[in-house]
């Protein structure tokens, strides 16, 4: 696909349960970012990719949250014993470089709700 | 504290003039500044950069100005439309911070016909 794509677009979990999210790059694209975005915020740095090397995680707001991206393209979030605080929107861009003098390709997000 | 601020209000405007948005911050030396465009359930989309070294930037109906002095980016669209009715994010690297991206809360625009 042209652009950069998240699976799935919804996903309501009960509290206590694991969840899985997953974005497909822009092809070719080094860097992959996950961001949180909670209604009427902006998008919240959560972690940093540069091909299959998570060189920054320092937005990971718990050890619940661990992110992977194997192989250096397709990227998992994964939430495990997901609290109500965790629902929010997790964005997920990607850019053709390192961080630095480059724009950010976003997916259009997954909608986490937390019951 | 380092802060960035957007406006708060939501801006409403009538077709045809021009919007400012304002993009403030605090405490941050960053080497250059984004901002994007976010509709409802999308994700941001990417409308210009700007780097330190620059007073303005021109991309169609869009002007970005940054002064460095005040800490200040400014956003017009000229010749507003209601298509660019959305919500205007603005970026900055955080140079201290792994250069990672810090953004604003975003400021809801409204054009009307």
């Known amino acids: 696909g042209a652009g950069v794509s998240q699976s799935p677009r919804y996903k309501v979990a009960k509290r206590g349960q694991d969840v899985a999210l997953r974005c497909d790059p822009i092809?070719?694209?080094?860097?992959l970012f996950w961001y949180q975005q909670a209604l009427g915020q902006g998008p919240e740095f959560l972690t940093y990719?540069?091909?299959?090397?998570?060189?920054?995680k320092s937005g990971l707001p718990s050890d619940r949250f661990f992110a992977e991206r194997p192989e250096g393209s397709v990227s998992t979030l994964k939430i495990q014993r997901t609290q109500q605080e965790d629902s929010a929107v997790y964005l997920c861009?990607?850019?053709?470089?390192?961080?630095?003098?480059?724009?950010?390709?976003f997916g259009p997000g997954t909608r986490l709700t937390v019951l | 504290s380092q802060k960035i601020e957007q406006n708060s209000e939501a801006l409403n405007i009538q077709e045809g003039k021009t919007a400012t948005l304002t993009c403030n911050y605090t405490?941050?030396?960053?080497?250059?500044l984004q901002w994007y465009r976010q509709d409802p359930g999308r994700g941001p989309v990417f409308l210009l950069l700007?780097?330190?070294n620059e007073k303005e930037k021109r991309k169609e109906r869009l002007k970005v100005t940054f002064d460095t002095t005040l800490k200040q980016s400014l956003f017009h669209i000229t010749a507003s439309q209601p298509a660019d009715s959305a919500t205007y994010l603005c970026?900055?690297?955080?140079?201290?911070?792994?250069?990672?991206?810090?953004w604003g809360l975003g400021t809801s625009l409204a054009v009307n016909p």
């Open positions: 970026a900055l690297e955080d140079a201290g911070n792994n250069r990672k991206l810090i």
């Open positions: 405490n941050y030396s960053p080497a250059y």
């Open positions: 700007i780097r330190e």
């Open positions: 092809s070719g694209h080094v860097s």
């Open positions: 990719f540069q091909n299959e090397a998570q060189l920054d």
């Open positions: 861009a990607s850019s053709l470089a390192g961080v630095g003098y480059n724009e950010q390709f």
